[in-house]
């Protein structure tokens, strides 16, 4: 197990940080499992962030996610990366650093960005870049309750393995399937948009699923 060796990995594999462009493209999509369909919403994009914390423990790497509150209008209880959309003139890393201090109270300085994984459009209209930070160590947090239930973090190997990852659906009264990736920890239900980006930045830092493992044994944490 290496935790400088992962570091280095992301480093070299990640996008950097002054290349990204509001107007970009999306490179993953909720659309990917599902061919032929479109977004549920009309217009253009809107942009937004997430900020994917990879935390260093005794333990190894391990990675922030957070509940969302049962209060919330939308996506009521599931699991997501602290983020939003951008405010106007701000850029990825600005909104998901600016996010992650209003939802968990995660200090903008204690995170090392490192770079950032595949952008990633949602059926709901959402072109969600994903900033990967790292930390050196457990922050202390603290949920805003109006948006976040529950802070935890999930072991690093555990979202990297290919075989936790799990290609599901749900089905309308219409009979339509929509298909969706999923990861379950202990008792989290990992799903959707949150699964689909953590399979993104798997396959960008270790290459198809199918291939030898050997590349993810290096990082082991």
Known sequence: M??????????????PTDGWRADGEATRSDFDLNPGTTRWVSGPLKPAAVLIPVVETPEGARVLLTRRADSLARHTGQIAFPGGRLDPGETAVEAALREAWEE???????????GLSDTYETGTGYLVTPVVGWLSRTPDLTPSLDEVAEIFEVPWDLLMDPAQLRREHLESPAGVRRWFWSVTYEDRYIWGVTAGIVRALRLRLY?????????TAEDAA
């Open 2 to 15: 290496s935790l400088e060796t992962l570091k280095e990995r992301l480093r070299e594999r990640l996008a």
């Open 104 to 114: 968990v109270a995660l200090d903008p300085a204690a995170v090392e960005v490192l």
């Open 207 to 215: 290459g198809d699923e199918g291939a030898p493992a050997v590349a």
